[in-house]
């Protein structure tokens, strides 16, 4: 696993206080003193990309070490059944380490993109559950992809290390994926969720709504949350009973071209493509495969100007490299 680390040195410096003259009113001074930055500050990042899909198995993510007085154990994320043949997704717990659930009762919070972690986060739980099938999907990580779960770490009674880990979960319940995390070096030191480096600015993926009105509006190239190639093509609709087409969504093969409307409230639509096919091996043998998906999209404005298409899709394909996708996915315009 590679981990990136990147420090900033921060250094305190004294402050001229001009004096004060026998007409200035007498006021009261705050005497407070503000605890200078750390001397040593950075966000330790760790790339993990496993995806659990096997019942009932664990995964133990191991952290990296942030503190060396400290003995951290692992996050270990299961998958499988439980009491009453219940599929969910739980996490056990470190003694060190407790969760964010600002739910209060047991399912742990789905952070998003630039949302913050740190010592005004309430609700921090020893261990809890991503998804659980008894309350028919409950949770807010059920259907979600690259969302945030935010953790932290006890230096000591008072004191806290923050940390994210990226999770996507299906909402069939055959797949985890632990993507990436971070930790951030300075005790009780906000994070935002996604940060990689101290000081970079954290550009959330969504912007301000905006109306589709026509295919020029949208019509383009775009790339994805993860990857930086601009492969997902947006275009007018070669067949008159559609207003727009759409291909190579990265979560969908083969690359279908799905066709779509645009609606009265100015939102994309995928009508429901059901597809089947077969892909046989090189000896000959047949692997069928067969599948569906829709969705929605909403387009957004970002500060910088750059335009974010967030869909909602529901997709499945089962037989010969079987596929499913639930849940948003944004996409950024390249041009």
């Keep these: 696993m590679l981990i990136l680390l990147s420090s900033l040195i921060y250094f305190s410096c004294s402050k001229e206080v001009s004096p004060v003259t026998p007409e200035d009113p007498i006021v009261e001074n705050d005497t407070t003193e503000t605890p200078p930055p750390p001397l040593f500050d950075s966000i330790i990042y760790q790339e993990v990309n496993v995806v659990l899909q096997t019942d009932n198995t664990e995964f133990a993510l191991e952290l990296p070490t942030v503190d060396s007085t400290l003995t951290i154990g692992p996050i270990i994320f299961r998958k499988g059944l439980l009491g009453g043949g ?3 997704f739980l996490i056990k717990n470190s003694p060190k380490i407790t969760f964010l659930d600002l739910s209060t009762f047991g399912y742990l919070t789905a952070l998003r993109k630039c949302d913050e972690v740190n010592t005004s986060s309430l609700y921090w739980k020893t261990s809890g559950q991503l998804i659980n099938t008894v309350n028919s999907g409950g949770g807010d990580f059920f259907g979600q992809v690259n969302r945030y779960l935010a953790f932290r770490i006890a230096k000591n009674t008072e004191q806290y290390y923050y940390g994210w880990v990226r999770l996507s979960c299906s909402t069939d319940f055959t797949q985890l994926t ?5 930790i951030r070096m300075a005790p009780d030191s906000t994070l935002h969720a996604g940060q990689k480096v101290i000081g970079a600015p954290c550009n959330p993926p969504l912007g301000i709504q905006i109306p589709i009105e026509q295919i020029s509006d949208i019509a383009g190239y775009y790339h994805d949350e993860i990857d930086s ?3 997902i093509s947006i275009g007018k609709s070669t067949n008159t009973a559609y ?3 759409a291909q190579y ?4 093969w083969p690359y279908y071209k799905l066709y779509g409307h645009i609606t009265a409230d100015g939102k994309l639509q995928l009508p429901e493509f059901t597809f089947s096919g077969n892909i046989p091996s090189p000896g000959g043998t ?3 495969f067969s599948g569906y998906i829709s969705g929605t999209a909403t387009l957004y404005l970002r500060e910088n100007g750059k335009k974010v ?12 490299m ?4 639930f849940g948003d996915f944004w996409s950024e315009k390249c041009d």
């Design 178 to 182: 632990i993507s990436d995390l971070a």
């Design 86 to 88: 219940n599929w969910q």
């Design 229 to 231: 190639i601009c492969s």
């Design 286 to 288: 047949p692997r069928p």
């Design 309 to 320: 298409l967030l869909w909602n899709i529901s997709m499945k394909k089962t037989g010969f």
């Design 249 to 252: 969504f990265p979560f969908l």
């Design 322 to 325: 079987p596929q499913s996708y």
């Design 243 to 245: 207003d727009f087409s």
